[in-house]
């Protein structure tokens, strides 16, 4: 079956550090079929125009969120963003908003790193237990409570879409502060008030304005926005009631 | 990790924003429209002798006062963060205007309440 | 290894103008911007309060300002701001609330954003039809 091949102009953002002293656009000409996606347009480009293009790529299915970048002014996963979706306008690709450029394509992800193992994303358990009580059982309804929040992949589109950590990176940002809520919102868990210090903070939930464009963006439905501003309840509970009741956690 | 002290205001923000979704369209169109054009509404509801028994009442008073510091106390919040989005630094000058400002009329508000027609 | 870090200079980008990049920024500065006819309406009714307390003449002032087609145009405006305000309102709200369920299935966000929407409008009418009740 012949495909009929077109091509699409793809304007991608360069920044070589070593000789750029600011990013510029550099416009290629991608021969495209139907099938392709953004990724394998920018693969098209590497392999076979530009060889110096650098970014983030590795599993081409939507699961392991290293090629998010802003695709038409949108934070997307190249892979599972289309080349026909666009064409015959031209395509802008730039790095994920409100991360410093380290390359090209690539963006400097260590604050993001940092920030995650900062909010303790492992189950810390209620008392201590031994091998030989066996596992933890939960019902359907306790995993509801969390599942839709360890959906993520940490593509940091999120990050992309959140003005607030946009405009001051302390903010500790959605996918992180979701991470957080799948954490204190699972049964087997008891560190809720550990993590909470942070939770109760400007740097936590209270830096969220709810935009929810986070919500908009996530390829997993994660519903960061979600995750955030229903502890803001808790956490405001937490606050009046914690000289005459402590409730710990503020859940 | 300093505890922030945003749940004061956002619990305003929040109660303010509530009361001005349930009500607040009718009560700027009674005013605002309705009893200045005589539409729906007859023109004198809002006449002197009647709002000062209103205001003497002590539903009205209740009604008048959260109403005012309600709303101001939603937007105080709400342009707060405003600023922050277009840029403006989030300082001392900002929360004055901010908080200070719903403050000065929620006290002037309650005197008023309290003293109106007693 | 440090002759590779020497090498990295990243750039940061500006926030300036952000939220024109997309209508959905432009949505929510709307949906934030809308607390300032909140504010200006409450400013009206507290100056109304104050006019009150000063007796008949002063209060008659306030109430002659309402009549004025400036004012009442105005109103239109203010009206119109808090239609925005309420159904923005009701639209992020399920974003502050845990999931709920009703006999086991998640109940989606936009019915409890539907659902107080249809209150507000019923509350609103609810208000306007006692003052229209009430006896000359």
């Known amino acids: 079956m012949a495909e009929s091949t077109r091509t699409i102009e793809i304007e991608v953002l360069r920044y070589r550090p070593e000789q750029d002293t600011e990013p510029f656009y550099q416009t290629y000409s991608v021969p495209f079929t139907d099938d392709m996606s953004v990724l394998q347009g920018l693969q098209t480009i590497k392999d076979d125009l530009d060889g110096t293009l650098s970014f983030r790529w590795s599993c081409r299915m939507a699961i392991c969120g290293s090629c998010g970048m802003m695709i038409d002014g949108k934070p997307k996963l190249a892979c599972r963003t289309f080349l026909r979706h666009y064409h015959p306008k031209k395509l802008r690709i730039g790095p994920l908003e409100h991360f410093p450029i380290e390359r090209d394509l690539v963006v400097v992800v260590e604050d993001f790193i940092k920030k995650l193992e900062g909010i303790k994303p492992y189950i810390i358990p209620k008392e201590p237990r031994t091998l030989e009580e066996g596992e933890y059982l939960q019902t359907p309804a306790q995993l509801e409570k969390f599942r839709q929040f360890s959906t993520c992949i940490n593509c940091m589109l999120c990050y992309s879409a959140c003005p607030q950590y946009g405009l001051d990176s302390k903010f500790t940002g959605p996918g992180i502060l979701a991470l957080m809520h799948r954490y204190n919102a699972d049964s087997r868990d008891g560190g809720q008030a550990e993590r909470m210090e942070l939770g109760h903070s400007e740097e936590g939930v209270w830096g969220c304005t709810a935009v929810a464009y986070c919500s908009e963006v996530c390829p997993k439905g994660v519903d960061p926005a979600n995750a955030i501003n229903q502890n803001k309840m808790g956490s405001a509970i937490d606050y009046f009631l914690r000289f005459v009741a402590p409730r710990g956690a503020g859940k | ?118 | 290894m440090s002759a590779q870090m020497d090498k990295r200079r990243p750039y940061v980008r500006s926030m300036a103008g952000w939220w024109t990049r997309d209508p959905y920024y432009i949505r929510y500065m709307a949906m934030e911007a809308t607390s300032v006819l909140v504010a200006v309406y409450a400013v009206i009714l507290l100056v109304g309060l104050a006019r009150l307390s000063q007796g008949e003449a002063a209060y008659n002032g306030w109430l002659d300002a309402l009549k004025s087609p400036l004012s009442v145009g105005f109103h239109v405006l203010i009206l119109l701001v808090f239609a925005y305000h309420t159904w923005s309102w009701f639209k992020i709200m399920p974003k502050t609330m845990p999931t709920i369920y009703l006999g086991g299935t998640k109940l989606p966000q936009p019915a409890i954003t539907w659902t107080g929407v249809v209150v507000a409008v019923v509350l609103n009418l609810l208000v306007l039809a006692i003052l229209m009740g009430v006896k000359p």
């Open chain 2, 1 to 118: 990790m300093k505890r922030s002290n945003d749940p004061i205001f956002w619990s305003l923000f929040g109660a303010g924003g509530m009361l001005s979704a349930l009500i607040g369209a009718a009560l700027v169109f009674v005013t605002g429209i309705g009893v200045p054009l005589g539409l729906l509404v007859s023109q004198d509801l809002m006449r002197y002798q009647r709002m000062l028994g209103f205001a003497q009442h002590w539903l009205g008073k209740i009604i008048v006062f959260a109403v005012i510091a309600l709303f101001l106390w939603h937007a105080a919040l709400r342009i707060f963060h405003m600023l922050h989005d277009f840029g403006v630094h989030a300082g001392t000058g900002a929360k004055l205007v901010c908080f200070g400002l719903p403050l000065l009329c929620t006290i002037a508000a309650a005197y008023w309440v309290l003293t109106t027609g007693v």
